[in-house]
């Protein structure tokens, strides 16, 4: 795998047949794989593909939950398309799942994610993004597991929205389920987000050399 932008969907070349979760295999539409700008500052990690992601391939894409959080996208200057786009024009932000495949009638259970997790830790580790958001609490326990010293369990993905959280290598800005924010909410995580934006490094980082 390398960090060369050809393409916005998968730029990885992850396996789009992957068969390690059996049940999984039989539930879903097709594998949803990261997507976005390889140079991106910002990471964005949901729980599992929707719906809308199952059908279209792309994270946050398809449904409501999708069209909120592209709608934020935006309102960000990371997206330059409408909300609804199912190829959405991304620039210095990607999106991705902690599970890759989606069951309709659950959420993906804790081996699924740990089979998953090397996915995730090679985009990461490619990307090497200056802030990870995890959207919802799910993705907020994995990542604050993983990247910080904290006991996962003290973390609150509504108490702990909008703030900035030191990780290991990382930032954490945690974020509620687009879906179901309010607008004080929304208006929040922009300005709150919109404060980090302005660093120095959103004009750097993303375009050096790997």
Excluded: W
Aim: with cysteine; net charge negative.
């Amino acid at each position: 795998m390398d960090a060369n932008q050809q393409t916005r969907s998968n730029p990885f070349g992850m396996d789009a047949d992957c068969e390690n979760c059996p049940e999984l295999c039989a539930t879903r539409e097709r594998v949803v794989h990261g997507y976005g700008d390889v140079g991106a500052d910002f990471l964005f990690v949901g729980e599992a593909p929707g719906p809308g992601a199952d059908r279209t391939g792309v994270p946050f894409t398809g449904d409501e939950r999708g069209e909120a959080l592209q709608h934020v996208l935006g309102l960000l200057g990371l997206n330059n398309s409408l909300p609804s786009a199912d190829d959405p024009e991304l620039e210095n932000a990607f999106l991705t799942y902690l599970a890759r495949c989606r069951d309709p009638d659950r959420s993906p259970t804790d081996d699924e994610i740990r089979t998953c997790e090397p996915y995730l830790n090679a985009e990461i580790r490619m990307i090497n993004p200056e802030i990870l958001v995890p959207v919802g609490q799910r993705a907020l326990t994995e990542i604050a597991t993983e990247y910080t010293t904290t006991p996962a369990e003290e973390f609150d993905a509504s108490a702990d929205h909008a703030t900035t959280i030191r990780g290991r290598g990382f930032e954490i800005v945690p974020m509620t389920d687009p879906l179901d924010q309010t607008d004080a909410e929304r208006e929040a995580f922009l300005d709150h987000f919109s404060s980090l934006m302005d660093r120095d490094y959103r004009q750097t980082k993303g375009r050096r050399g790997r």
